[in-house]
């Protein structure tokens, strides 16, 4: 077994200033220094992963003939509309394994992507199905720009089942799966190569260090549940193994991350980990999650669960319902939220029919149709007026919608923060390189 190396009490120290100094690249406390660190770290990295994909085998023997080939059909015209399925496809598939890397890495928000794409839209189709009374709509239009609109076709209206609304989403569901499995790689790789380096994995050594603290010290009863439930897991994951980690990846288990940075400690073998992961995230658990969110989201499910809120809350609240007499004094809460739901439910599929005839009938670029736009705006009195009354929601689809841009604006700060945070430790670890260096060579001169 490899020896911890002893630093030297003077790189402790510069490592400890270097941590005090880290805190400060952020945003909205070093705007300007944060901006460029966020662009020379994504500009090298950029750089980095384009040059090992261009040399991969996979890139030259896979990857290339296919853009050939794509290339060549679509500039002489061979299948257009097959080449424009597999356009489609292909966008649908990159958007959702790509949420799902986002929803694991996090890059320091903990984001989850399901909450704020996967499961909206799983309501989405439910609510499309039963605007439309059939599930034959493409839904790879939810991503990218055209994520609001479902179009519903000419298609004759049918019974839509439970079976017909999960067949319709755990496609998307499992490739979101998939992606959140792959973003567990990096601080499997990043654990793998400290051990094999014989060093210690900063994350996890400071998880084995709080975990030797004083429980008694900790005042937050939810910090001690945290640590307890962090080495409950390590110890999980050392005695079960592969079994283990299908066990824990296979449930909605927001301390996963730390399972690569185990995993990795332990060198655990690479396919073990990345298959035991895939499985319980990519198939296991999506469709656990897929089963229930349909079963919460189809109008009789609904109904059924509202029904039941309305028996469970009580009849009337002081001052609000039932202080006068006549139909204000049988109103209860549970009922005005039923109410209420239902209203955005029926604005929602109204907006889908009309969109999806607006997406139908448009042949404009978006280019044009913004251009377009802007000239109505400026030529119409009151036009700009009316745009910003209607941004204002009132439906919870359109609230949810505000939420997410604000998550989204959140996420994106949080990015610029990790990667400028990332390119400083870049910088520091070379100055502590150096620094190592001159006591070497200061030790070797004392000899």
């Known amino acids: ?230 080495q409950w897991m390590i110890g999980f994951i050392r005695a079960h193994g592969f079994f283990g980690i299908l066990l824990l990846a296979s449930w909605p288990n927001a301390a996963f991350d730390l399972c690569g940075l185990c995993c990795g400690n332990f060198m655990f073998p690479f396919w073990k980990f990345f298959g035991a992961t895939l499985i319980g995230k990519g198939f296991i658990k999506t469709t656990g999650q897929t089963l229930f969110f349909v079963s919460v989201f189809r109008r009789h499910s609904r109904e059924a669960i509202l029904a039941r809120l309305e028996r469970a809350l009580p009849a009337r609240l002081p001052g609000l319902w039932g202080a006068g007499d006549g139909a204000a004094a049988s109103l209860s809460p549970a009922h005005e939220l039923h109410a209420w739901i239902n209203k955005s439910i029926a604005k929602y599929q109204a907006k889908v029919l009309a969109k999806s005839a607006a997406h139908l009938a448009e ?27 209607g941004l204002i929601p009132d439906t919870v689809a359109e609230v949810w919608s505000w939420v997410m841009v604000l998550l989204m604006a959140a996420f994106t700060v949080s990015c610029v923060n990790a990667f400028a945070q990332a390119y400083r430790t870049q910088l520091d670890d070379a100055e502590v390189e150096a620094a190592r260096a001159r006591l070497r060579e200061r030790e070797r001169k004392q000899q």
Request: charged residues 20%.
């Open 1 to 230: 077994m490899a020896e911890v190396e002893v630093e030297d009490p003077s790189i402790i120290e510069l490592r400890l200033r270097q941590a005090r100094a880290l805190r400060n690249v952020t945003v909205f406390k070093a705007p300007f220094r944060t901006t460029w660190y966020f662009l020379r770290y994504a500009t090298s990295s950029v750089y980095s992963g384009a040059k090992w994909l261009a040399s991969h085998p996979v890139t030259l023997l896979v990857i290339l003939p296919g853009l050939i080939a794509y290339a060549t059909a679509k500039h002489v015209g061979y299948q257009e509309d097959l080449i424009v399925h597999i356009e489609e496809t292909v966008k649908y598939a990159v958007w959702w394994v790509g949420l799902g890397v986002l929803s694991s890495i996090g890059l320091g928000t903990g984001m989850h992507t399901g909450l704020l794409f996967l499961f909206p839209h799983i309501l989405k189709v439910c609510l499309a199905a039963e605007t439309c009374g059939h599930v034959k709509f493409d839904i790879r239009s939810d991503i990218w720009y055209s994520s609001e609109s479902l179009t519903c076709g000419e298609w004759p209206q049918q019974e839509v089942t439970y079976l017909d609304l999960f067949y319709k989403v755990i496609v998307t569901s499992v490739l979101w799966g998939i992606g959140t499995a792959v973003g567990e790689i990096p601080p499997y790789w990043l654990s793998y190569s400290a051990a094999v380096a014989g060093q210690k994995n900063v994350a996890l050594a400071e998880l084995e260090e709080a975990m030797r603290a004083n429980t008694a010290q900790r005042h937050n009863l939810i910090q001690r549940a945290i640590a307890r439930m962090e």
């Open 363 to 389: 042949t404009r670029w978006w280019w044009r149709r913004a251009l377009d736009r802007l000239q109505d705006l400026a030529a119409t009195p009151g036009e700009l007026r009316r745009v910003a009354v």
